[in-house]
């Protein structure tokens, strides 16, 4: 019993450093302030789940251990969202509804952008992109292209690390300052280009 009570802790203390590390990154004041992500409550979520959605990727790809870490960084993201619901003063009746649609919207979004990065070119995982933020708001300043090419060295990165980094709680993400819109097309010389 207590064995498993402290593989639990330690797996909620292992996500909750991989979530705060999806949040530090979604935040960067770069996605809103040069490449057009709304700086909304609707856009900050979807930079949320955009980066939530790979580091589950990776952890899927970690095999058998990579589970219990995704559920319990998924249980994480529900709760932040809960707590983020009321501390906006959402009634406790309604943040069940609005906790329900959000994780419906991680999925569905894990299954988009999943299809669009397998893809061979860049096309449907831009077009994915600019279909999310559209509808958190982007404007026409939404620069989708750029940010499509970030996801695809997110995504090579965070597969450069090995199982133990990533299961230890560890992501690796790459800085945005300075990246330009081919960040993501020269991934056979490590992805550095733009940098």
Not at 91 to 96: E, H, I, M, T
Not at 163 to 192: F, H, K, M, Y
Request: charged share 25%.
């Amino acid at each position: 019993m207590l064995t498993w009570l402290k593989q639990r802790q330690d797996q909620r203390q292992k996500a909750r450093s991989l979530y705060g590390s999806i949040v530090t990154q979604a935040r960067s004041r770069g996605f809103y302030m040069d490449w057009g992500v709304p700086d909304t409550a609707e856009g900050r979520f979807e930079m949320i789940a955009l980066h939530l959605v790979l580091a589950l990727r990776r952890l899927a790809d970690a095999g058998d251990p990579g589970q219990p870490l995704g559920r319990a960084l998924t249980e994480m993201f529900v709760t932040d969202l809960d707590d983020s619901l009321r501390e906006m003063t959402v009634g406790d009746l309604a943040v069940p509804r609005h906790v329900k649609r959000a994780v419906a919207a991680l999925h569905e979004r894990y299954a988009a952008y999943g299809a669009a990065l397998e893809a061979a070119l860049d096309g449907p995982l831009t077009a994915a992109v600019a279909a999310r933020l559209a509808d958190a708001g982007a404007s026409e300043s939404l620069d989708a292209p750029r940010l499509s090419g970030y996801i695809r060295l997110a995504k090579h990165r965070l597969h450069m690390q090995t199982g133990i980094e990533v299961l230890a709680g560890r992501l690796a993400w790459p800085q945005i300052d300075g990246l330009n819109a081919t960040c993501g097309r020269s991934l056979e010389d490590g992805g550095d280009r733009g940098r």
